[in-house]
Nanobody
């Protein structure tokens, strides 16, 4: 069974950092575009970052640009989300998702709150990892 597994969440103070990990069992994550999403209680799921499988191009939502960094470790077939300068608004359950096929790519859309990230189609999701920013 294809599955993504997130890890690395936890409780961190404002201004702190965390690194989330997205790993897989059942398929080669390196072959797919991968995105990170988050969902806070009472809010819709929002895409914060994406890395393309074609050239490792990276994309960020306006709310995290300059603070978050997505990357791949191809030797470990893993995708990371390094989060820095965290604030209370970053508190959410974080999920990674892959495209349905290797042709899926990162995409963006605009709302009144700025630019957000999505995928052109969706394949697998992880179960999520909780990030709580609080003093």
């Amino acid at each position: 069974q294809v599955q993504l597994v997130e890890s690395g969440g936890g409780l961190v103070q404002p201004g702190g950092s965390l690194r989330l990990t997205c790993a897989t069992s059942g398929f080669a994550l390196n072959a797919y575009t991968v995105a990170w999403f988050r969902q806070a209680p009472g809010r819709e799921r929002e895409g914060v970052s994406c890395i393309s499988n074609k050239d490792d191009s990276t994309y960020y939502a306006d709310s995290v640009k300059g603070r978050f960094a997505i990357s791949r470790d191809k030797a470990k077939d893993t995708v990371y989300l390094q989060m820095s300068d965290l604030n209370a608004e970053d508190t959410a359950e974080y999920f990674c998702a892959s495209g349905l096929t290797p042709e899926a790519q990162c995409d963006t859309y605009e709302t009144r709150s700025g630019r957000w990230i999505t995928l052109t189609d969706f394949g697998s999701w992880g179960q999520g990892t909780q990030v709580t920013v609080s003093s």
